[in-house]
């Protein structure tokens, strides 16, 4: 296999910001990040974070303007204009109280205009964001938690547990035949025409290459070798997830597909893709996905045609 994803084509994989862990324990810089009118604040409501108006960009306000809720600190811009020191700008979110209005806008709607810096602060943002929303009480006695460290932590008061953001590690694959062509499957909710690469979560004990090979036998009943290809990563916090993409070699070819996840899978050549995709019967996951990336990887081109 010499297939690859175009580097800097991940849409969400390209942070900008320095994370300066070391200044989320520091409470007197932090304060005086805050009220430095240099300072930027993004807002979030759940998954979804504010927008200008005409939805090209993140929304950043200066700390006096922005709304009471949860301050997390996201980082320091070292590159783009002046700062409240040497160095940089400080960067922070803000969860909101409420639920989303117009003026928000989620990844799947930004992640393709964003520009680097800004579609690193919203992945980090709305993956703190969805973690917050449900770690709100210590998973070790009941209580509820403190957000502390500047919100990358969250101490429980009366057992002194802290708990911190996890990501869980999905595979995702586009597996090969002896023709070179490509396994593709529709998820059984999905409508007619709708295909994507295969994909599901690391269990317990298991490594990657036994989750592709697990995943992928489970779902088509197809086999794949030894031969496997890391091709990148994106992180998906929609809730809480880090897509592990990869290449991967079918040694059994034959397709009998669970019937529980996928309603159907079939092998596709570069010729059978265009043809559908560009008839309009056959739809690809979105720009930002790395599922599309992997496909066009293997195809050679750009595709048109997403969900």
């Known amino acids: 296999m010499a297939y690859s994803i175009a580097p800097g084509s991940l849409a969400l994989s390209r942070p900008v910001l320095d ?26 409501a759940g998954d979804q974070i504010q927008v200008v108006d005409d939805r090209s960009a993140l929304r950043f306000v200066p700390p006096s303007e922005a709304p009471e809720g949860t301050r997390i600190f996201l980082g320091i811009d070292r590159e ?37 810096r800004e579609a690193g602060i919203a992945v980090h943002m709305i993956g703190l964001s969805n973690w917050h929303g449900v770690h709100t009480h210590c998973a070790n006695c009941g209580e509820h938690t403190e957000v502390v460290e500047a919100g990358h932590v969250r101490h429980c008061p009366v057992c002194g547990r802290s708990h911190f953001p996890r990501s869980d590690p999905a595979i995702i ?25 295969l994909a599901g979560f690391v269990e317990p004990g298991e490594s990657l290459e036994a989750t592709v090979r697990r995943e992928v036998l489970e779902e088509t009943g197809v086999i794949v070798g030894p031969e496997i290809q890391y091709a990148g990563s994106q992180p998906w916090p929609l809730p809480a997830s880090l897509m592990l993409g ?57 595709l048109t045609g997403s969900w």
């Open 19 to 44: 994370r300066a862990g070391d200044r989320r324990r520091d409470d007197d810089w932090l304060e005086k990040a805050w009220v430095s009118p240099e300072t930027q604040v993004v807002v979030v």
């Open 80 to 116: 783009s204009g002046a700062g409240m020191t040497a160095e940089g700008r400080a960067v922070f979110g803000v969860l909101a109280e409420g639920e989303a209005d117009e003026s928000y806008g989620g990844l799947r709607e930004l992640g393709a205009v964003l520009d680097d």
């Open 173 to 197: 694959v586009l597996v090969t035949d002896d023709q070179d062509r490509a396994l593709l499957g529709r998820n059984e909710a999905w409508p007619a025409g709708r295909y994507s690469t």
């Open 246 to 302: 990869f290449y991967a070699k079918a040694t059994g070819f034959d397709i009998e597909v669970d019937a529980d996840e996928i309603a159907e899978a079939k092998w596709f050549t570069r010729e059978d893709l265009r043809a559908l995709v560009e008839a309009g019967t056959m739809a690809l996951p979105g720009a930002i996905s790395i599922s599309r990336r992997l496909i066009e990887g293997w195809y050679g081109d750009s």
